[in-house]
């Protein structure tokens, strides 16, 4: 979600691009910080708009075989407590049943790393709409401090941010070229190519199975696509 996860989310498609996950990471260009109750009937037509075109509706919700993961950088929660409250009006708008959709959702929040202990905050823990949700539905990876920082408070970007009052404004479509643009683009450049190079995609098998997840078989086989050789031009 946003732009703070560009370059996880660049990392994986370069890795991904040449196993049968290639489809499966989406960017969700949506800065979600205004109250959800303050948006404009023109604003919540351009949200459903947005989120149709990445096939999340609340019937494509219930009807999916697999759960859709929203991803995004978390400080409080705030983006995922909006966008939750979004989807939740819109699935009672549309009576689409809710006991169905609700086991279609995930949020992953990217955290900054923190001493483990059980008085550490956890943001899934704080959010007043968990309990909607499975328990599973909700959980955190966290980043070293100074990454997630980097990420999102100094990275540089290929695009313009997306907040709620420039959701209707299409001149936000066209690319920015200023120097710090050009730059994030040589750098979400490097970050695909590595992504998609052999050592990218065993660096991210590697990092896989040392992850308890890996009793699942789906991810196992995750794990051999990645350290498969790319047929060529996967690459290019």
Same mark, same amino acid.
């Given at each position: 979600?946003?732009?703070?996860?560009?370059?996880?989310?660049?990392?994986?498609?370069?890795?991904?691009?040449?196993?049968?996950?290639?489809?499966?990471?989406?960017?969700?260009?949506?800065?979600?910080?205004?109250?959800?109750?303050?948006?404009?009937?023109?604003?919540?037509?351009?949200?459903?708009?947005?989120?149709?075109?990445?096939?999340?509706?609340?019937?494509?919700?219930?009807?999916?075989?697999?759960?859709?993961?929203?991803?995004?950088?978390?400080?409080?929660?705030?983006?995922?407590?909006?966008?939750?409250?979004?989807?939740?009006?819109?699935?009672?708008?549309?009576?689409?049943?809710?006991?169905?959709?609700?086991?279609?959702?995930?949020?992953?929040?990217?955290?900054?790393?923190?001493?483990?202990?059980?008085?550490?905050?956890?943001?899934?823990?704080?959010?007043?709409?968990?309990?909607?949700?499975?328990?599973?539905?909700?959980?955190?990876?966290?980043?070293?401090?100074?990454?997630?920082?980097?990420?999102?408070?100094?990275?540089?970007?290929?695009?313009?941010?997306?907040?709620?009052?420039?959701?209707?404004?299409?001149?936000?479509?066209?690319?920015?070229?200023?120097?710090?643009?050009?730059? #994030? @683009? !040589?750098? /979400?450049?490097?970050?695909?190519?590595?992504? &998609?190079? %052999?050592?990218? $995609?065993? #660096? @991210? !098998?590697? /990092?896989?199975?040392?992850?308890?997840?890996? &009793?699942? %078989?789906?991810? $196992?086989?995750?794990?051999?696509?990645?350290?498969?050789?790319?047929?060529?031009?996967?690459?290019?």
């Amino acid at each position: 979600m946003g732009r703070s996860p560009d370059s996880v989310f660049d990392l994986l498609s370069g890795a991904l691009s040449a196993t049968s996950w290639k489809d499966r990471c989406r960017r969700l260009p949506l800065s979600l910080w205004s109250d959800p109750d303050a948006l404009t009937p023109d604003q919540t037509a351009q949200f459903r708009t947005n989120m149709e075109k990445l096939g999340i509706t609340p019937a494509a919700l219930a009807t999916r075989q697999r759960p859709v993961t929203f991803v995004d950088l978390v400080y409080r929660g705030q983006t995922f407590e909006n966008l939750f409250r979004l989807l939740r009006a819109w699935i009672n708008e549309e009576a689409i049943s809710w006991p169905v959709v609700r086991t279609k959702l995930r949020f992953v929040g990217i955290t900054e790393r923190t001493k483990t202990s059980p008085n550490t905050w956890r943001w899934y823990q704080a959010a007043t709409w968990a309990p909607q949700l499975p328990r599973a539905a909700l959980t955190s990876v966290s980043l070293d401090r100074w990454v997630w920082s980097y990420l999102g408070n100094s990275q540089p970007k290929t695009s313009q941010s997306f907040p709620v009052a420039a959701w209707l404004d299409e001149d936000l479509a066209t690319p920015a070229r200023d120097p710090q643009a050009v730059a #994030a @683009l !040589a750098e /979400a450049v490097a970050v695909v190519a590595y992504g &998609r190079s %052999s050592e990218g $995609r065993n #660096a @991210l !098998a590697d /990092a896989i199975t040392s992850e308890p997840t890996m &009793r699942e %078989s789906w991810l $196992r086989t995750l794990v051999i696509d990645l350290r498969r050789q790319p047929h060529s031009g996967a690459a290019r």
